[in-house]
């Protein structure tokens, strides 16, 4: 049973570095044709997909958020990373991260995952 844990502060202030780390147990992130989400949900809005990791280390960002964007890897210790730059009040929502397969690319759609974090409240303000 694969388990996704996102884990990291729960505040953060305007025109910081949001910074969250995906643990992932039960399965591997470079296992072939793996692909590695994050994924949000503002308050009272739909889902927002952020970007992927694929099982290579290729990287995939939302258009809309590229610039403000980075998603990393850790192998050794089964983990992936999200930075999300400059923060405003707009970016307060609810983090997941989630394992799909390539279409996954884009999607909102929670059925084309396969398992998903329980989330992780970020809050910006000041």
């Known amino acids: 049973q694969v388990q996704l844990q996102e884990s990291g502060p729960g505040l953060v202030k305007p025109s910081q570095t949001l910074s969250l780390t995906c643990t992932v147990s039960?399965?591997?992130?470079?296992?072939?044709?793996?692909?590695w989400s994050w994924i949000r949900q503002p308050p009272g809005k739909g889902l927002e997909w952020i970007g992927y990791?694929?099982?290579?280390?290729?990287?995939y960002y939302s258009p809309s958020l590229k610039s403000r964007t980075s998603i990393s890897r850790d192998t050794s210790k089964n983990q992936f990373t999200l930075q999300l730059s400059s923060v405003t009040p707009e970016d307060t929502a609810v983090y997941y991260c989630?394992?799909?397969?390539?279409?996954?690319?884009?999607?909102?759609?929670?059925?084309?995952?396969?398992?998903w974090g329980q989330g992780t409240q970020v809050t910006v303000s000041s």
């Open positions: 039960g399965g591997s992130i470079t296992t072939d044709s793996y692909y």
């Open positions: 990791i694929a099982y290579s280390g290729s990287i």
């Open positions: 989630a394992r799909g397969d390539a279409a996954t690319m884009g999607s909102i759609n929670r059925k084309t995952y396969d398992y």
